[in-house]
């Protein structure tokens, strides 16, 4: 992480991303050959050309994917428009603690990622609140403290009643042509669809709810069903083994560790501070031109962007009028992660709200200190609260204890970062067989990675993305070197 972007967290909490502007203004490059030379020109390109393969995004599936193309021989660029890699993650330090401001979580289950963890020696540490002594939940104006066993296992009976499905739609939730008809026959549905269709305790209802908007960090009624239903299943449809594969363990050393690791063990080159403007395939050759630097050249070209981004990139050849459509319109609003260190030492706790116009949210305790405590949150609303507003982020937090003071509090407004535009990436309703394939296709000499396309399992967590990267540059290789 570079230095002015740790520094931004310490300095400003209230404009974290004050300065991110939208990349404007700028005359795109632009180059015709003859026809008459079009075929010479072009075997000249591709015998020239600058690398075998350029990565367009440098977070865990782009930077994944460079170390392998370059392992496998191939000769690797690494174009990354921030100042850091690591894409959606993001860890910095806050009031004395390491934070993640954007993917965090890891566990076995999640194959990818951890054989990383295990490549590498990485070490893991557990995040309190994930294990609660005390669950605050609330729905509209009830209000339940839950501390008995038997609460617990209503809840649990809720998440499997919510659930029920995911066995049979995502029987292999890697594969998801194995139940496609399953899939077609609820895409439609959304997350508060299925709410209507079953009867949950008020209690149930409170849990349920804020667990699926977190999970999609958006509103019920904007995110599949399908796609929630997914992740169930990768939890082994388990309510017992969800809480520690979602938000329990972490990097102890945090996740620009491990993404430094594999870059480094990698070698190959990246190029900092150099957002892609301009994609344009010739042939056997494809030229990548910077914002405001030259072009360069390779043999195929890898997008690991988060696909929001994909219609601020002008390709030539365009891209096909579906993947611009899913990119403009497939995914719904992101809400935001914030933290708040509040006064005194809480324990740890589990607070969440649901049914109520603002105030829903997610919010465990993530470290404590000497004389406070750390929470960490998800609102599935980020133009609803300015989560660098310490009377703001209290006024939610009071509901759930009316005598807490924050001291401060921090995010990162992701949904206001050009290269990002918005935290991991839900389907909306009937994306799975609208977009879901075609995001994932070749076109030519251009291959789609990140962590939120294809069949990669964990696709939205650092598990996907790593999976994802690593299978992509297998196909290339195989292509390129054959």
């Given at each position: ?52 393969v ?95 066993a038997?609460q ?19 029987e292999r ?88 690791k ?50 601020d ?41 649901s ?29 609803e ?9 209290q ?30 990436t ?57």
């Open positions: 992480m570079g230095e002015r972007e740790r520094s931004s967290v310490r300095l400003s909490r209230r404009q974290l991303l004050g300065a991110a502007t939208t990349v404007a203004g700028a005359s795109l490059w632009s180059k015709t050959i003859s026809a008459a030379a079009a075929d010479e020109s072009t075997r000249k390109l591709v015998t020239r050309a600058d690398y075998d350029i990565v367009v995004g440098g977070g865990f599936s782009g930077v994944t994917a460079a170390r392998d193309l370059q392992k496998n021989g191939l000769r690797t660029l690494v174009l990354e428009a921030k100042g850091r890699i690591g894409g959606r993650t993001f860890d910095t330090q806050f009031r004395g603690h390491h934070i993640e401001l954007g993917g965090t979580w890891v566990h076995w289950v999640q194959p990818a990622v951890w054989a990383e963890i295990l490549r590498y020696g990485m070490e893991i540490e557990e995040t309190p609140g994930a294990v609660p002594d005390q669950l605050v939940a609330i729905d509209g104006e009830k209000r339940f403290t839950v501390r008995s038997a617990m296992d209503e809840i649990n009976r809720g998440l499997q009643q919510y659930f029920d499905e995911s066995a049979a739609v995502w939730p890697y594969d998801s042509g194995y139940r496609w008809k399953e899939i077609v026959a609820r895409d439609a549905m959304s997350t508060a669809d299925r709410l209507k269709a079953i009867k949950l305790t008020p209690l149930q209802h409170a849990f349920v709810v804020a667990a699926v908007e977190a999970q999609s960090n958006c509103p019920i009624e904007q995110t599949s069903y399908v796609d929630m239903l997914r992740w169930w299943a990768l939890c082994l449809n388990s309510p017992l083994i969800a809480p520690d594969a979602l938000a329990r363990f972490k990097l102890s050393a945090g996740t620009g560790s491990l993404v430094q594999i870059a480094a063990d990698g070698k190959s080159e990246v190029r900092l501070s150099t957002p892609v403007r301009r994609i344009e395939q010739q042939g056997g050759a494809v030229l990548v031109t910077p914002l405001g630097g030259k072009s360069v050249s390779a043999r195929a070209v890898l997008l690991a962007v988060p696909p929001r981004v994909l219609k990139i002008e390709f030539m050849p365009a891209l096909s009028a579906m993947k611009v459509e899913a990119s403009r319109n497939g995914f719904p609003s992101s809400g935001i992660k914030l933290y708040a260190e509040v006064k005194g030492r809480l324990g740890k706790q589990q607070w969440l709200s049914g109520k116009k603002q105030g829903n949210g997610l919010f465990w305790t993530y470290a404590q200190g000497e004389n406070s405590t750390l929470m960490v949150g998800f609102c599935p609303r980020a133009e609260l300015d989560a660098n507003d310490e009377e703001a982020v006024g939610v937090l009071r509901q759930f204890e009316p005598s807490v003071e924050v001291l401060a509090c921090t995010s990162y407004a992701w949904h206001r970062d050009p290269f990002a535009q918005g935290t991991y839900g389907m909306r309703p009937g994306g799975m067989t609208r977009y879901f394939t075609e995001l994932a296709r070749p076109e030519g000499q251009i291959w789609m990675a990140g962590g939120d396309i294809g069949d990669n399992s964990w696709r939205g967590f650092i598990d996907g993305a790593i999976a994802r990267g690593s299978r992509i540059a297998r196909e290339i290789s195989e292509t390129l070197l054959t």
